[in-house]
């Protein structure tokens, strides 16, 4: 997993902009939250190219498996996607959903979610 860290008003935020494979099990997202307590960080941004195409299709369970695991470590997530192909059907209806509360939401681009993560 390829992640680096990003200060933005006096929060630090792990920004994982790969993995190699692709994040495709809830005890490989461990990692995630491994990274997060290492460096203190609540706060966590992770690039649609670390998960697997499994993570945006609803039927496979891995969505909700790896978004438990962010809410038993009470950390704050954004995903960043420009990939809209991977957001659709169910996927689509969860993340408009999500985008109203204040612990997971989406994004087009790392700008957008530093400013959301730092601004919480």
Known sequence: MNYQLVEKNSQTIIVVTSAEPPIATGKEANSFNEACMEHNALRLIVYAEALSEDFFN????????????????????????????????????????????NMFRVFASQAEAEIWLAGS
């Open 58 to 101: 609803l039927r496979t369970g891995l969505a909700g498996e790896i978004l438990q695991k962010f809410v038993n470590f009470s950390l704050q997530v954004a995903i960043v996607t420009t990939n809209g192909s991977l957001i659709q059907g169910r996927m689509k209806e969860l993340l408009v959903e999500s985008n109203r509360g």
